[in-house]
């Protein structure tokens, strides 16, 4: 078995900073990718950034220069730093990963439950 836990979010106001950090735990060989996603009212999901185990980054341009994604290997994690929050930015954020499992040998994707962001104006 295998889960993501995001244990971050919260409401914050416009230009303020949140961290948001998720961990990968269970039986786990090794992990591909990692990203974070985001949901807002009404919309459809979008891939916010994403890093590969080697650590090549994708971000979608509405965040670059303020998001960062990091991530660390030997602990299974990945995080998400976000400053200079907008109210656009308001959404819930799903942690990603797409992990090769032990016990299966099989590569899943995998979903956190995903965790409220809201940036007040």
């Known amino acids: 078995q295998v889960q993501l836990v995001e244990p971050g979010g919260g409401l914050v106001q416009a230009g303020g900073s949140l961290r948001l950090p998720c961990a990968a735990s269970?039986?786990?060989?090794?992990?591909?990718?990692m990203g974070w996603y985001r949901q807002a009212p009404g919309k459809q999901r979008e891939m916010v950034a994403s890093?590969?185990?080697?650590?090549?980054?994708n971000s979608i341009d509405a965040v670059k220069g303020r998001f960062t994604i990091s991530r660390d290997n030997a602990k299974n994690t990945v995080d998400l730093q976000m400053n200079s929050l907008r109210p656009e930015d308001t959404a819930v954020y799903y942690c990603?990963?797409?992990?090769?499992?032990?016990?299966?040998?099989?590569?899943?994707?995998?979903w956190g439950q995903g965790t409220q962001v809201t940036v007040s104006s």
């Open positions: 990603n990963a797409n992990i090769l499992r032990k016990d299966t040998w099989g590569t899943y994707n995998y």
């Open positions: 269970g039986s786990i060989l090794s992990i591909n990718d």
């Open positions: 890093i590969t185990n080697g650590g090549t980054i």
